[in-house]
């Protein structure tokens, strides 16, 4: 049994979070079931750089199914739920590197042995693996045939990439496809936030003022939630169109520096560093709390915050650190700022990551397929591959559309009738 994870012993319930997640994951047990027969990634040796969640170990068993040799790593310190990850190596026998709460050099030790499998195809959840194998290990380069991202976050780093001509090999935006960011990192960030910040502090929401950073797919998700759970939500941007929209969502925007003074609790959503930096934290009210649900820690300045406080003690409650700045202000840092929906609860649910899933399984089989035809660049996903998930998606859950009659398709493609 290869892998590193926390306690091979935690396997059995892993066992049942996996089974019990592929149940809300029919459009990705359809690719499973073909993949099973067509077997499209015999003789690939893939690396993936995700969450280890029952989503994940899902996506898993559809890869190897497909004959892909898989291995694990962990794509962040905080994410991985070390019963799957158990549950991965013992009944699924997928070498898994990934233990929750992992330093950063046992992090980065995990990516190693996931790069030592001299991957053909690698998948990354904000692009750390494919870094490290152009920065330290640029001579596995010419073997890798694609590498597909699953965050926002991941695909900004990876166009910064291939605009500085850096980027050795092909990459897929899998986080651009509509399959993938419209219901993922809307609906999934959304909920699972709520969940995240809930289970960290037990807060109630309703009558809270809760300041939600960023106003993208996820910010989108996390504001409507907490709305719907009656917080009076206030939105920060950097960006008009989005602030417009915002606004005209019903939403009260201002700048964060006057949000700091007033919210309850802040939540970040941004991918950007300091959304909320140390002046902020200076106007925040005593016992505000402070969440991050973006890929990466960067967007609190959580060194500056330390800085400036005089006491900071550790696990006030599970996942909440308590960080005085005088004796009539404590700010807690909920998570230590690592996405919360996956610290503190199970991330996105199984249902919309089926048809994240999905569509990476197959955007992996396309970038095979197309083997050799391909340039070290960012390709969006084959339109076809979103008609095919949405419509499955939509088949699994009992809805039925209409369809389009020859009249209307002319009508829709011509431009003779007017007035
Ligand atoms: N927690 C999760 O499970 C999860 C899931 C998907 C994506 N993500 C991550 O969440 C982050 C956001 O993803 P997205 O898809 O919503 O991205 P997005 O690009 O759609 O939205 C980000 C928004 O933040 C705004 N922004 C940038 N800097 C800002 C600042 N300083 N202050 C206020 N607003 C600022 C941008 O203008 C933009 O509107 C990324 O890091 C992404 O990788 C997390």
Redesign the pocket.
Known sequence: MKGDVKDLKLAPVGKKRILWADRDMPVLALVRERFKREKPLKGLRMSACL?ITAETANLGRTLVAGGADLVFCASNPLSTQDDVAASLVKDFSIPTYSIKGEDRKTYYAHIKRAIAHKPNVTMD??ADLVSEIHRNHPELAPKVIASME???????RLRAMAADGALKFPVVAV?DATTK?LF???Y??GQ??VDGVIRATDLLVAGKRIVV?????????VASRFRGMGANVIV????PL?ALEAVMDGYLVMP?AEAAAVGDLFV????????IDVPHFRKMKDGAMVAN????NV?LNLEGLKKISKRVTRNVRNFVDEYELSRSKRIYVLGEGR????AAAE??PASVMDMSFATQALTTEWAVKNKGKLEPRVYPVDRKIEEWVSSLKLKAMGVKIDRLTAAQKKYLTSWETGT
């Not at 699953?150 to 900004?156: A, F, N, Q, R, S």
């Not at 959503?269 to 959304?275: E, I």
């Not at 996405?339 to 996956?342: K, S």
Request: proline residues 0%.
């Open positions: 969450h959840d904000g699953e965050t926002t976050t991941g695909v900004i986080n960011h993922d990192n809307r999934g960030t699972s936030t950073c960023g106003y993208g797919w996820c910010g989108r998700g920060t941007e950097v960006d989005r964060i970040t959503l941004t991918g950007d560093v300091n959304a649900s973006g890929h990466f967007e996405l919360i929906n996956l991330g996105h």
